[in-house]
């Protein structure tokens, strides 16, 4: 349990403090998460914004204070898949080297990382995110689909293709 949330079980700190205590230990959790489904880090840095303004918009009316951490992943998960959606259907290219393109002297990219970059690129928006929370922040299947809004059995088979995608981009030659 975090500092915020063990505050606000203990029932000593004010409604305006654990908003505070909220971003100060969640904001680098939701940047993260933001990142590896947007996969740009302005656009990571405006959806933890939009996330922590609802979150600020709503704060009055959370009537589960002990599943805020739950909420805000849900909320930021949402945005970050809409707003992917929204900037690929505007045409907007993913910073991404091209197929066959040699990294930039200096960089310090190994090709592995490039290659699981590249392949990472594929996936679709909700295998990215469906990887992202099960397996780099460690959330249950269940969880995973109550932050994006799905069934369980629809996560598992985002994951199972997502995985088939990157087993397949990765296989060595």
């Known amino acids: 349990m975090n500092a915020w949330a ?45 996330t922590l303004f609802k979150a600020w918009r ?26 992917r959606r929204l900037l690929h259907s505007r045409g907007w290219p993913p910073l991404t080297l091209a197929d066959g393109a040699a990294p930039a002297p200096g960089w310090g990219y190994e090709t592995r990382s490039l290659d699981m970059d590249r392949a990472y690129r594929r996936l679709s928006r909700k295998q990215r ?22 069934r369980a059995g629809t996560v598992r088979t985002h994951l199972e293709r997502g995985l088939a995608t990157l087993r397949k981009e990765l296989k060595d030659d």
């Open 129 to 150: 995110a469906a990887i992202t929370l099960n397996y780099l922040h460690g959330y249950s299947v269940e969880e995973c689909a109550v932050f994006m809004g799905c």
């Open 58 to 83: 709503s704060w009055s009316s959370l009537s589960q204070m002990d599943r805020i951490a739950a909420w805000l992943t849900r909320v930021c998960v949402n945005h970050c898949i809409s707003r």
């Open 6 to 50: 063990s505050l606000i079980a203990s029932g000593e700190a004010a409604p305006e403090l654990d908003f505070e205590a909220v971003v100060a230990s969640d904001t680098r959790r939701l940047y993260w998460l933001a990142l590896s489904i947007l996969d740009d880090a302005g656009e990571a840095e405006d959806a933890v914004q939009e």
